[in-house]
């Protein structure tokens, strides 16, 4: 992150066009080159950016919460193997993550998301059990970002401490914390557990010591 303020703050991200450029070169190589990405996100010029700096592959500007996917929309999203969400939900419902599915149901892609404790995930996993798919939650909690305030760290804490959820060692220390919530067609839920697939995989955090309830 610290490498990445320096980038965006420096005196070059004041030129858009030297900026664009720059990124296109930093950006040129990817790890994984077989992998192609899909951004989305209703902010259109941010997700512009990232198709015209390589970041992304395509991407889907459409506010899912008030429209369906346009047809272009479809055609980026369709072939999906994955879908990812770090954050969101709460602020995005179930509602843009069914046509999220629907739009992609003939790859029945497989679906992680990363929901912030303070968010009931129980309307998304109730759609989800309807087009035949089997929610699990991981053990842990991973940390997402640091408070911006002690406003917002003092919001977050009333809202826990209102759902009956214990943030000692937890959300006092300053961060956002989330839980993985992993969705998977049912077939592949009962032939392939959870636990073999991430049996090397550990949240940063330990769940059993933090949390109280909810």
């Given at each position: 992150?610290?490498?990445?303020?320096?980038?965006?703050?420096?005196?070059?991200?004041?030129?858009?066009?030297?900026?664009?450029?720059?990124?296109?070169?930093?950006?040129?190589?990817?790890?994984?080159?077989?992998?192609?990405?899909?951004?989305?996100?209703?902010?259109?010029?941010?997700?512009?950016?990232?198709?015209?700096?390589?970041?992304?592959?395509?991407?889907?500007?459409?506010?899912?919460?008030?429209?369906?996917?346009?047809?272009?929309?479809?055609?980026?999203?369709?072939?999906a193997d994955l879908i990812v969400s770090t954050g969101c939900?709460?602020?995005?419902?179930?509602?843009?993550?069914?046509?999220?599915?629907?739009?992609?149901?003939?790859?029945?892609?497989?679906?992680?998301?990363?929901?912030?404790?303070?968010?009931?995930?129980?309307?998304?996993?109730?759609?989800?059990?309807?087009?035949?798919?089997?929610?699990?939650?991981?053990?842990?909690?991973?940390?997402?970002?640091?408070?911006?305030?002690?406003?917002?760290?003092?919001?977050?804490?009333?809202?826990?401490?209102?759902?009956?959820?214990?943030?000692?060692?937890?959300?006092?220390?300053?961060?956002?914390?989330?839980?993985?919530?992993?969705?998977?067609?049912?077939?592949?839920?009962?032939?392939?557990?959870?636990?073999?697939?991430?049996?090397?995989?550990?949240?940063?955090?330990?769940?059993?010591?933090?949390?109280?309830?909810?």
């Amino acid at each position: 992150m610290d490498e990445l303020y320096q980038i965006y703050e420096s005196a070059e991200a004041d030129d858009p066009v030297n900026l664009l450029q720059q990124d296109r070169d930093r950006y040129a190589n990817p790890v994984d080159a077989a992998l192609e990405m899909v951004g989305v996100d209703p902010a259109d010029r941010a997700v512009s950016y990232a198709v015209d700096a390589g970041l992304l592959d395509a991407g889907v500007a459409t506010n899912l919460e008030n429209s369906e996917p346009t047809a272009r929309d479809v055609a980026a999203i369709e072939n999906a193997d994955l879908i990812v969400s770090t954050g969101c939900v709460g602020y995005v419902t179930e509602i843009s993550l069914e046509r999220l599915l629907e739009a992609s149901l003939d790859s029945r892609p497989w679906m992680a998301h990363f929901v912030l404790r303070m968010f009931d995930f129980g309307a998304a996993e109730e759609m989800l059990s309807r087009h035949g798919y089997v929610t699990e939650k991981l053990e842990g909690l991973f940390p997402q970002r640091r408070f911006a305030s002690t406003e917002e760290r003092q919001h977050v804490l009333d809202n826990l401490s209102r759902l009956g959820i214990n943030a000692t060692g937890a959300e006092e220390t300053g961060w956002y914390l989330a839980e993985l919530h992993v969705a998977r067609p049912e077939e592949v839920a009962k032939s392939l557990p959870l636990s073999e697939i991430l049996n090397e995989q550990r949240p940063i955090i330990d769940q059993a010591a933090d949390v109280g309830g909810g």
